[in-house]
């Protein structure tokens, strides 16, 4: 059958699984960003995979795809700035100096002070 002909209804219906799929997805970085270290244990997070359908996305759900994809967006920056930060506090640690790193108890550093 082809996308022309596709009820909008069963349209709307397939998109509406793909973007509930997606925001399930964001959710759970979310969660992850949030301090839940359960998410990835609970399965929350999986393999993406591009969905498929069977015409373009119906007007009515638009609205709904940007927020997820801003939402997306603002996973991501959070994402790469928590890698940043490790980065820099592993490279600081890594400037130690070899005797602190033999101490007999253990040092915190704050980078962010």
């Not at 949030?34 to 373009?56: E, F, L």
């Not at 959070?78 to 490790?86: D, G």
């Given at each position: ?40 244990a609970r399965g929350d997070i999986g393999p993406w995979q591009v969905p498929t359908t069977s015409g373009p ?57």
């Amino acid at each position: 059958m082809s996308a022309e002909r596709l009820p909008l209804h069963d349209l709307v219906e397939e998109w509406t699984i793909v973007l509930d799929q997606l925001e399930r997805d964001v959710k759970a970085i979310e969660d992850v960003l949030a301090g839940d270290d359960q998410a990835v244990a609970r399965g929350d997070i999986g393999p993406w995979q591009v969905p498929t359908t069977s015409g373009p996305i119906p007007d009515v759900l638009v609205p709904r795809a940007r927020r997820i994809a801003d939402r997306q967006v603002d996973a991501q920056e959070a994402l790469v700035a928590r890698m940043r930060s490790a980065r820099e506090q592993r490279d600081v640690v890594r400037r130690l100096d070899p005797g602190t790193r033999r101490a007999t108890r253990s040092v915190y550093l704050d980078t962010r002070a």
